[in-house]
T-cell receptor, first 116, second 111 residues
Framework: EPEVTQTPSHQVTQMGQEVILRCVPISNHLYFYWYRQILGQKVEFLVSFYNNEISEKSEIFDDQFSVERPDGSNFTLKIRSTKLEDSAMYFC??????????????FGPGTRLLVL | DAKTTQPNSMESNEEEPVHLPCNHSTISGTDYIHWYRQLPSQGPEYVIHGLTSNVNNRMASLAIAEDRKSSTLILHRATLRDAAVYYCILRDVNYGQNFVFGPGTRLSVLP
């Protein structure tokens, strides 16, 4: 069964450093998403991406964050200057379509980011 | 997205059926009811979704009240692997993008 993959599984970084989290969505999917989950808290939406542009973003997704689809398979989340509060599990998701009854989002296993 | 209410936690014995309730009294006519679950240290996983009629798939069944103000996810025979947080999410069929996750119900399965 096709699945979303994410790398790395764990990342430790110093405050102020840039990190790039990578995702390979399911190959025929057109919509891509990033969510995060701070330890012990809810899963929170960050951003959705379609047709090479951001289609929706939350208040969390400020200027420190950016997303990119650098090639036909990868989807990345960049945090320019990490803060302690960016420590969280980051989930990538993809879906074949962006809305409607049949929309199902498939989530990756996550990248656990720890900012020291 | 309309709001849902779920119990914080539930317990079940292994190999017994589990009924996970969800209240969504402000549901609109175009809201689909989606269930996802999150196993420990994993990403959310799709379980089932429906609109008005009860739905069955290989993972679970979804029973939707006639007035659609509540629904129940049914795991017919709980296994230890079903221990997870279960999320009931309403999604308007006319709008896409993000899923709004609540705190969900933490299901513990006892051997």
């Amino acid at each position: 069964e096709p699945e979303v993959t994410q790398t790395p599984s764990h990342q430790v970084t110093q405050m102020g450093q840039e990190v790039i989290l990578r995702c390979v969505p399911i190959s025929n999917h057109l919509y891509f998403y990033w969510y995060r989950q701070i330890l012990g808290q809810k899963v929170e939406f960050l951003v959705s991406f379609y047709n090479n542009e951001i289609s929706e973003k939350s208040e969390i997704f400020d200027d420190q964050f950016s997303v990119e689809r650098p090639d036909g398979s990868n989807f990345t989340l960049k945090i320019r200057s990490t803060k302690l509060e960016d420590s969280a599990m980051y989930f990538c998701a993809s879906s074949e379509i962006g809305q409607g009854e049949a929309e199902t989002q498939y989530f990756g296993p996550g990248t656990r980011l720890l900012v020291l | 997205d309309a709001k849902t209410t779920q119990p914080n936690s539930m317990e079940s014995n292994e190999e017994e059926p589990v009924h996970l309730p969800c209240n969504h009294s402000t549901i609109s006519g175009t809201d689909y009811i989606h269930w996802y679950r999150q196993l420990p240290s994993q990403g959310p996983e799709y379980v089932i979704h429906g609109l008005t009629s009860n739905v069955n798939n290989r993972m679970a069944s979804l029973a939707i009240a006639e007035d659609r103000k509540s629904s129940t996810l049914i795991l017919h025979r709980a296994t230890l692997r079903d221990a997870a947080v279960y999320y009931c999410i309403l999604r308007d069929v006319n709008y896409g993008q993000n899923f709004v996750f609540g705190p969900g119900t933490r299901l513990s399965v006892l051997p």
